[in-house]
C-alpha cells in the first residue's frame, strides 16, 4: 500500500510531520494493506492565516483494488485530530465497502 501526503501551500513547517501522519494511518488501515493499492492525504488549513475553530481539514482518498476509490474529510483544531479523525471515519467507510462484498450465510 503506497501512501502519498499532498500539503496545502498555506501551512508551513509540517514536512517533518507527514512521515507521523503516513505512520499513523498505514497503523489504523493495516488491516485492510493488502486490499488497498493507494492512500493519499491531503491537509489544508481551510481559512488561511484567519483563525478559528476547526479550521484544519484532512481528506483522505483510499484507492481499493478492483473498486472505485472512497474518500473522507475531516475538520478538527489541529491537523494531527483531523488526520486521526478521517483516518476513524475512512476505516469505517472501508469496514462497510468490504463487508457488503462479503457473502454472509449464503445470502
Avoid at 493495516?30 to 475553530?53: C, F, M, Q, S
Wanted: hydrophobic residues 35%; negative net charge.
Amino acid at each position: 500500500m503506497l501512501i502519498q501526503t499532498n500539503v496545502a501551500n498555506n501551512l508551513e513547517g509540517h514536512s517533518g510531520l507527514t512521515v507521523e501522519w503516513e505512520a499513523s494511518v498505514r497503523s489504523r488501515l493495516a488491516r485492510y494493506e493488502d486490499r488497498l493499492t493507494r492512500i493519499e492525504i491531503h491537509v489544508e488549513d481551510v481559512n488561511a492565516n484567519k483563525g478559528g475553530p476547526d479550521d484544519k481539514r484532512c481528506t483522505l482518498e483510499a484507492r481499493p483494488n478492483g473498486l472505485d476509490p472512497v474518500s473522507v474529510t475531516d475538520d478538527a483544531a489541529t491537523i494531527d485530530q483531523a488526520v486521526a479523525g478521517a483516518a476513524g471515519k475512512l476505516l469505517v467507510t472501508l469496514e462497510r465497502t468490504f463487508g457488503k462484498l462479503t457473502n454472509r450465510k449464503g445470502h
